[in-house]
């Protein structure tokens, strides 16, 4: 708070007496060790203000890793780069020596979990300094003696020496603190010198801990643990977790559940303080509690609606209507008299899928009659019955019915060129080769084409274009389609395929073989040559009436649409005739069985007049015989006199 005159103590707490933590420091200085990774310090969790300093620069390097084996800093035989490396709830700064100290690693803290200390050995250890603070849970004023040795690094007792295994190799082990000199040797037992030098006095003559079997060195890092405080004799404060408030109910109705609030206050003045104060260990555990036991009211409870209960007319939905009370998170059905005060829903409604015959549309829009301007576009337009067969359009709601025709806009009608992007394909693979793109004179006409050329020369059509590294290619060839052999409606229309090979731009035919590994082009695909509408249909002509003399012949021809029903929209202008004229040529006896023509020529001799001949009028029977009768005929005679009378003579 500005101006309330409060400072951070050296434990970092605002306005404290610096009871609340501990320093632990000391200098490692193990000259004699093997090369490679050796264990100097372990820190604890919760620790803070943590510093690790060579004394000077070296050729060791530092190591941090965690208790579970995780590397943070130069882990695995890799020497990681200076900088920032977070872990443990907390970052840590890693720098590289400088001209006047060797490397270090330094963290604000807190710790969240345990972390060991590492130094990776190349020459003789030239010190190194470490400190670090840790929390005191129930400190207490320090002893009398300053070198009495705590257990742990939470141990209330402050200003004591701290005991921990050390190197398993080395001869010579080192600790410095600040609050007094404890010299041991080991004498002949032939273990290492551990001493400690300070400024407060001096202690000497301390028991030398016993040797260990099998003739290994005993030596123990000794850590002094000194209080941070500023006025040691001040009472400390007291904190316990209280239950203030609790949460919201979960529900206003139907039994909840809400969980008491713990906060930390001071037990002599029962004022709030912030959480810190407390042990998060000790604080208890939220239980949760029942609230708003009472019951909910009830309410109706609808399902889904059900499908038509008809596929096509009028039918009827259904859902499930049941009166329902909430309880501990659950809703169960209870007696429709709970729910008397409420107005209850509908559980039928009237519906109606479709009607059992409906219109269909069997096409989709055509393109628009113009190709610019206004026109129109029509589909086709159906009525069929529930089964999908079509009926009779009386058999549908002619309200109903969609447009089967509408009016399209294609845009103001112009006349100028217009022409298509080049085609993004050359027509070879390799060497020179064309590109092409489409030239169109627009306007209004119908078919989308001008009489007359648009302004200004017409664009080019062609380009030439270039692909280089030829290589053989083998490809299928297709032919164009061949037009649709139908004059309307679906038919079938084929194409030939053959494989051919190309190289540059020549193209050769090959086996079909070659192109196996191709995916082949279809040889056949449907066709559709446009709606055939209203038509006539005609049978065949049925036998002449006569065999000479001049008969009749007659057909059926009637006016069908696309369905095959009678319609009376066909053009009577090109109604084909219904009847004809057949054998009109003259009756002419039948010849004797004898009288045959043995001659192929026998036409020539009678062309030639020489059936006055008795020879060829034998070899020529049949031939002389019908031109004997022809000349005989009463009506050619009718015609000579005529053509006589006219002064021709014959």
């Given at each position: 708070?500005?101006g309330s005159?409060?400072r951070?103590?050296?434990?970092g707490?605002?306005?404290?007496?610096?009871?609340?933590?501990?320093r632990v420091?000391?200098?490692?200085e193990d000259?004699?060790?093997n090369?490679g990774?050796?264990k100097?310090?372990?820190?604890?969790?919760r620790a803070?203000?943590?510093n690790?300093?060579e004394?000077?620069?070296?050729r060791?390097?530092?190591?941090?890793?965690?208790?579970t084996?995780?590397?943070i800093?130069?882990?695995?035989?890799a020497?990681?780069?200076?900088g920032v490396y977070?872990?443990?709830?907390t970052?840590?700064?890693?720098?590289?020596p400088t001209?006047?100290?060797g490397e270090s690693?330094?963290a604000?803290?807190?710790?969240?979990?345990?972390?060991?200390?590492?130094m990776?050995?190349?020459q003789?250890?030239?010190?190194?300094h470490y400190e670090f603070?840790?929390p005191?849970?129930?400190p207490v004023?320090?002893p009398?003696?300053p070198l009495?040795?705590?257990?742990?690094y939470g141990?209330?007792?402050?200003?004591?020496?701290?005991?921990?295994?050390?190197?398993e190799?080395g001869s010579?082990?080192?600790?410095?603190?600040?609050?007094?000199t404890?010299?041991r040797?080991?004498?002949?037992?032939g273990?290492?010198?551990s001493?400690?030098?300070?400024n407060a006095?001096a202690?000497?003559g301390?028991?030398v801990?016993?040797?260990?079997?099998?003739?290994?060195?005993d030596r123990?890092l000794q850590e002094?643990?000194?209080?941070?405080?500023?006025?040691p004799v001040q009472?400390?404060p007291?904190?316990r977790?209280t239950?203030?408030?609790?949460?919201q109910?979960?529900?206003?109705?139907?039994?909840g559940?809400q969980?008491?609030?713990f906060?930390?206050?001071?037990?002599?003045?029962?004022e709030?303080?912030p959480?810190?104060h407390?042990?998060?260990v000790?604080k208890p555990?939220?239980?949760?509690?029942?609230c708003n036991?009472?019951?909910c009211p009830?309410?109706w409870s609808?399902g889904p609606?059900?499908?038509?209960s008809k596929?096509?007319?009028r039918g009827?939905?259904?859902?499930?209507?049941l009166?329902?009370?909430?309880?501990?998170?659950?809703?169960?059905a209870?007696h429709?008299?709970?729910c008397?005060h409420?107005e209850?829903?509908n559980?039928?409604?009237?519906c109606?899928?479709?009607?059992?015959t409906h219109?269909?549309?069997?096409s989709?829009?055509e393109?628009?009659s113009?190709p610019c301007?206004?026109?129109?576009?029509?589909?086709?337009i159906?009525c069929?019955s529930?089964?999908g067969?079509v009926v009779?359009?009386?058999?549908?709601?002619?309200?109903?019915?969609p447009?089967?025709?509408?009016?399209?806009d294609?845009g103001?009608?112009?006349?100028?060129?217009f022409?298509?992007?080049w085609?993004?394909k050359?027509t070879?693979?390799?060497g020179?080769g064309?590109?092409?793109?489409s030239?169109?004179?627009?306007?209004?006409?119908?078919?989308g084409?001008s009489p007359?050329?648009?302004?200004g020369p017409?664009p080019t059509?062609t380009r030439?274009?270039t692909r280089?590294?030829?290589?053989?290619?083998v490809r299928?060839?297709?032919s164009?389609?061949n037009q649709?052999?139908v004059?309307?409606g679906?038919?079938?229309?084929?194409r030939d395929l053959i494989?051919?090979?190309k190289?540059g731009t020549?193209?050769?035919?090959?086996v079909?073989?070659?192109c196996?590994?191709?995916?082949?082009?279809?040889s056949?695909?449907p066709?559709?040559?446009?709606?055939c509408?209203d038509?006539w249909?005609l049978?065949?002509?049925?036998e002449?009436s006569?065999?000479?003399?001049?008969?009749?012949?007659?057909?059926?021809?009637?006016?069908?649409?696309d369905?095959g029903?009678?319609?009376s929209?066909?053009?009577?202008?090109q109604?084909?005739?219904h009847?004809?004229?057949?054998?009109?040529?003259p009756c002419?006896?039948?010849?004797?069985?004898?009288?045959?023509d043995?001659?192929y020529?026998?036409?020539?001799?009678?062309?030639a007049?020489?059936c006055?001949?008795?020879y060829?009028k034998?070899v020529?029977?049949?031939?002389?015989?019908?031109?004997?009768?022809r000349?005989?005929?009463?009506r050619?005679?009718?015609?000579?006199?005529?053509?006589?009378?006219?002064?021709?003579?014959?």
């Amino acid at each position: 708070m500005l101006g309330s005159g409060a400072r951070p103590d050296k434990c970092g707490v605002c306005g404290g007496n610096g009871s609340s933590c501990q320093r632990v420091f000391g200098i490692f200085e193990d000259s004699q060790v093997n090369v490679g990774y050796h264990k100097i310090i372990a820190i604890p969790s919760r620790a803070t203000k943590i510093n690790v300093t060579e004394v000077a620069r070296s050729r060791n390097y530092l190591a941090l890793r965690s208790r579970t084996g995780h590397s943070i800093i130069n882990g695995n035989w890799a020497i990681d780069r200076p900088g920032v490396y977070e872990s443990a709830g907390t970052t840590f700064v890693y720098k590289r020596p400088t001209e006047t100290s060797g490397e270090s690693f330094y963290a604000e803290g807190p710790t969240t979990e345990s972390l060991d200390v590492y130094m990776i050995f190349q020459q003789d250890n030239p010190g190194i300094h470490y400190e670090f603070v840790l929390p005191v849970d129930n400190p207490v004023h320090p002893p009398q003696n300053p070198l009495q040795s705590s257990q742990s690094y939470g141990s209330p007792t402050t200003g004591g020496l701290r005991e921990v295994s050390a190197l398993e190799s080395g001869s010579v082990l080192t600790h410095r603190g600040n609050l007094g000199t404890h010299q041991r040797n080991a004498g002949t037992h032939g273990g290492g010198v551990s001493t400690y030098h300070g400024n407060a006095g001096a202690h000497q003559g301390s028991p030398v801990p016993p040797r260990p079997r099998g003739g290994q060195r005993d030596r123990r890092l000794q850590e002094y643990h000194t209080d941070a405080q500023e006025d040691p004799v001040q009472a400390q404060p007291v904190y316990r977790w209280t239950s203030q408030s609790a949460t919201q109910c979960s529900v206003s109705c139907g039994k909840g559940f809400q969980y008491p609030i713990f906060r930390c206050v001071a037990q002599n003045t029962q004022e709030l303080v912030p959480d810190g104060h407390c042990d998060s260990v000790s604080k208890p555990a939220s239980v949760a509690e029942a609230c708003n036991t009472h019951p909910c009211p009830a309410f109706w409870s609808v399902g889904p609606w059900s499908q038509c209960s008809k596929t096509c007319g009028r039918g009827v939905h259904h859902r499930q209507v049941l009166c329902r009370q909430a309880y501990a998170n659950r809703t169960v059905a209870v007696h429709p008299q709970g729910c008397s005060h409420l107005e209850k829903p509908n559980s039928t409604q009237p519906c109606e899928a479709r009607a059992c015959t409906h219109w269909h549309i069997q096409s989709d829009w055509e393109s628009c009659s113009v190709p610019c301007g206004v026109g129109q576009r029509k589909r086709s337009i159906r009525c069929v019955s529930n089964q999908g067969n079509v009926v009779g359009e009386g058999e549908c709601s002619a309200k109903q019915k969609p447009t089967d025709s509408e009016t399209c806009d294609m845009g103001p009608c112009i006349k100028t060129w217009f022409y298509t992007d080049w085609s993004s394909k050359c027509t070879v693979d390799c060497g020179i080769g064309v590109q092409k793109r489409s030239v169109l004179c627009l306007n209004n006409y119908i078919n989308g084409r001008s009489p007359d050329s648009c302004e200004g020369p017409r664009p080019t059509e062609t380009r030439a274009c270039t692909r280089p590294h030829c290589q053989r290619q083998v490809r299928w060839y297709t032919s164009p389609w061949n037009q649709c052999p139908v004059q309307c409606g679906n038919g079938t229309q084929n194409r030939d395929l053959i494989c051919v090979v190309k190289l540059g731009t020549n193209f050769s035919v090959t086996v079909l073989s070659d192109c196996a590994h191709l995916d082949k082009p279809p040889s056949v695909q449907p066709c559709n040559a446009g709606p055939c509408g209203d038509r006539w249909f005609l049978t065949d002509w049925n036998e002449c009436s006569k065999s000479c003399m001049g008969g009749v012949q007659r057909r059926e021809v009637k006016c069908l649409d696309d369905v095959g029903f009678a319609s009376s929209l066909c053009d009577d202008s090109q109604k084909p005739s219904h009847q004809r004229i057949c054998n009109n040529h003259p009756c002419i006896p039948e010849l004797d069985e004898n009288c045959k023509d043995k001659y192929y020529n026998c036409p020539v001799v009678v062309q030639a007049r020489l059936c006055v001949y008795s020879y060829y009028k034998m070899v020529c029977c049949a031939s002389c015989t019908h031109a004997e009768r022809r000349g005989t005929d009463p009506r050619r005679h009718r015609v000579s006199g005529h053509r006589g009378a006219g002064g021709g003579g014959g």
